[in-house]
């Protein structure tokens, strides 16, 4: 007898598993959820000037089929399919994603350096730190013109605190002969990773898609439940507005280390080591322009300190919807992601002022277009960081909680970055939901 299954959290992987026990016919599950909406930090919100921002810059791909028939269901041709146009800004140039594969747009001395730390470097492996690995396996060149500056922009922690085992499809390894290739026969290579095509809702922003996904079983989902105590005996969940409910299997997808510290009786060792789990904050600043969308490009990356964000999306490109009245012949914007940490800290205040003059600085955009909007959704929990003790961290709370019937899951929830997007997301819950009903071992989560 499965019994009552309870989810913590509306976003991609809790609705991913209340989708899957209601395909499999089990619906004796709920979903509690913070929040006064679905879909997490793949939601997206509209601003007081009618501009749409997702949270952060995220593109719709994917590696399981279970998602593409979760994204045909809910959005059918209601899509659009983008090739990726993406670059680095360096040395005051465009250098085409992934940079380490494409030198040769970089200027001559810089271009020599990288080419000759490519050479040199003696080779990496998984077992390393991160700031020792993108040494051995970039050489000195790209490392200090890229890899390091850009890495902490995004992680906003220590490379030397990182594991490089989360590297796999993540990040483009080039040899020394691609790139000496590339330089020479003046040859791009732009097509590397995968998501060089990708997809976007045509309204409503990437929560768009959660939004529908939901509306199957918008009956069994609770908004505004916090969960703030569990008793993992009387499998009893307590929350912030008081209610109380019991389940048999728990599904969470908040934030590990935050659900450890709500157990009742959690053994303090267990405590310790998911409060050691680490991730760091992210602002999302989305500039409204009222200027023509001219720029065809996705999305850009920025490893310089001229601008405060690692990356910038061209928003109205994804959709025109993203802009009021879809009107692109008069409305742009540009969404922006600057992370912060107690290793890199980030003022508030003035923030919108100092990423739209990181536009401009940056060769965003030309000249003084008029702003028309300024929007900021703070992020607490951006990135899982994959830091040095994170396995032996999982390995000790997760089997716990297996123990107990709590299925901790998705981003935050298994805290692994490499399997931390959408459609892993996703994934994961539809696996757990499969597991609790059906005894089926998961396919994407493992230890
Ligand atoms: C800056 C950024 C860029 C990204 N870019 C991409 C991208 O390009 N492509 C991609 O596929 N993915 C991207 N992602 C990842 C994507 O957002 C996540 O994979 C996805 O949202 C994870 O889904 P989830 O359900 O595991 O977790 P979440 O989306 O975090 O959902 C967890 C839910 O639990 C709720 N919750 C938390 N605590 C409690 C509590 N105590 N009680 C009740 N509810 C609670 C939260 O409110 C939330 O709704 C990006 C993420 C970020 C931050």
């Known amino acids: 007898m499965t019994g009552r299954v309870a989810i913590i959290g509306a976003g991609p992987c809790g609705l991913g598993a209340a989708r899957e026990l209601s395909r499999l016919g089990h619906d004796d599950f709920v979903i509690y959820e913070r929040s006064q909406h679905v879909g997490g930090l793949a939601s997206s919100v509209v601003d007081p000037a009618g501009f749409t921002w997702d949270h952060g810059g995220h593109v719709v791909f994917s590696h399981f089929g279970e998602f593409d028939r979760l994204l045909q269901e809910a959005l059918g041709d209601e899509v659009y399919e983008h090739d990726r146009s993406s670059y680095i800004r360096v040395a005051g140039r465009w250098v085409p994603y992934p940079f380490q594969n494409n030198l040769r747009h970089l200027p001559p001395k810089e271009a020599l350096e990288c080419l000759i730390g490519l050479i040199k470097a003696p080779g990496g492996n998984p077992d390393m730190d991160f700031s020792s690995w993108m040494e051995a396996v ?36 080039v040899d020394y002969e691609r790139a000496l290739r590339s330089i020479l026969f003046e040859e791009d290579d732009v097509s590397w990773g995968p998501n060089n095509r990708f997809l976007f809702p045509m309204v409503g922003g990437t929560g768009e898609i959660y939004r529908r996904v939901a509306l199957r079983f918008a009956d069994r ?35 590990l280390d935050l659900l450890v510290a709500r157990i009742e009786g959690a053994p303090e060792r267990i405590r310790q080591e998911a409060a050691a789990l680490t991730h760091n904050s992210v602002y999302m600043v989305g500039i409204g322009y009222e200027q023509p969308l001219k720029d065809d490009r996705s999305w850009l990356y920025f490893p310089e300190d001229n601008a405060p964000f690692y990356r910038a999306t061209n928003f109205a490109k994804y959709s025109p919807a993203n802009v009021p009245d879809a009107d692109t012949a008069r409305y742009s914007s540009y969404m922006t992601e600057v992370s912060f940490s107690p290793w890199k800290h980030e003022p508030r205040q003035g923030l919108e002022e100092r990423v739209e003059r990181g536009l401009r600085a940056a060769g965003v955009v030309s000249g003084r277009p008029k702003v028309v909007s300024a929007h900021v959704e703070t992020i607490p929990y951006g990135y899982p960081v994959p830091t040095l003790e994170r396995d032996r961290i999982l390995r000790t709370v997760q089997p716990w909680l297996m123990e107990h019937d709590i299925y901790s899951r998705g981003r935050f929830g298994a805290w692994r970055y490499e399997a931390g997007n959408m459609d892993h997301a996703v994934k994961m819950g539809i696996d757990a939901a499969r597991r609790i009903i059906a005894d089926k071992p998961e396919e994407l989560w493992s230890l």
């Not at 200090?144 to 499809?169: C, L, Q």
């Open 138 to 173: 970039f050489g000195a060149g790209i490392t200090r013109h890229f890899m390091r500056p850009y890495n902490f922009k995004v992680w906003a922690t220590p490379a030397e605190r990182m594991s490089a085992r989360w590297i796999g499809e993540r990040v483009s390894v």
């Open 221 to 255: 989902i609770r908004l505004g439940h916090e969960l703030v105590a569990l008793d993992p005996e009387a499998k009893l969940l307590r929350f912030t507005n008081g209610r109380t409910d019991t389940y048999d299997h728990l599904i969470s997808t908040m934030p």
